[in-house]
Each structure stands twice: as structure tokens, then as C-alpha cells.
């Protein structure tokens, strides 16, 4: 069975940094394109950065580039988000997720996720 398992999330006042990790299970950390994605209140759930399971390539929204960078420890099986000069329009929930068919390059539409964690919050006071 697929596990993501988020952590790291909280509140941070804006400029501020914040970095959140995913677990991984190892099956699919190797396989399949990883990613981080947000959702805020009212709105649809968009990608922030993504990466392809093999060369470990890197994909990220135009709203975070700069300040986000994806990472991976392949010796844990862990998926990392660090943002950095948070802003408030940064606040939402925060998910990590996984294809289960996507290899070879970067998933980064939501409908290419079958798996997700349960999600971390993200406030950014001003």
C-alpha cells in the first residue's frame, strides 16, 4: 500500500521560511513522479513543484519559482519542500503526492496523482 506521510507544516510570519517533508513509500518513491501541491480555501488544488522519479528533474509553478525548491533523500525515501520569503498568498494546505504510472519525466497535473498525504498547514501571517 502507497503511504505519504506530510510533516513540517505551521505558522510563519511572512519573509519567513518553512520546510516540509514527505515520507515516502520506498515502491513508489523510486518509481514515479513526486510532488508538492497546496490548496487554499475556496480555491482548486495546484502544484507547487514536482519531480521525476529517475534523473530526479524539477518542475515548479510560476508563483513559487525562486522561492521553493523540491528535493529527495533517496536514503530515506523522503520528499522535501523548502520555501523560503513566504508570502500570505503561500497559506494553504499543503499535500505531497504520487503517480502510480508516470515515469521518465515530471507529473505535474493533479489528475496525473493517484496517491496523497493527509496534508499539512500553512499560515503566513503579514
Known amino acids: 500500500q502507497v503511504q505519504l506521510v506530510e510533516s513540517g507544516g505551521g505558522s510563519v510570519q511572512a519573509g519567513g521560511s518553512l520546510r516540509l517533508s514527505c515520507a515516502v513509500s520506498r515502491y513508489t518513491y523510486r518509481l514515479y513522479s513526486l510532488g508538492w501541491f497546496r490548496q487554499a480555501p475556496g480555491k482548486e488544488r495546484e502544484v507547487v513543484a514536482a519531480?521525476?522519479?529517475?534523473?530526479?528533474?524539477?518542475y515548479y509553478a510560476a508563483a513559487g519559482k525562486g522561492r521553493v525548491t523540491i528535493t529527495r533523500d533517496n536514503n530515506k525515501n523522503n520528499l522535501y519542500l523548502q520555501k523560503n520569503s513566504l508570502r500570505p498568498e503561500d497559506a494553504a494546505v499543503y499535500y505531497c503526492?504520487?503517480?502510480?504510472?508516470?515515469?521518465?519525466?515530471?507529473?505535474?497535473?493533479?489528475?496525473?496523482?493517484?496517491?496523497w498525504g493527509q496534508g499539512t498547514q500553512v499560515t503566513v501571517s503579514s
Open positions: 519531480l521525476a522519479a529517475g534523473d530526479g528533474s524539477t
Open positions: 503526492g504520487s503517480t502510480d504510472w508516470v515515469r521518465g519525466r515530471i507529473a505535474t497535473m493533479e489528475s496525473e496523482y493517484a496517491y
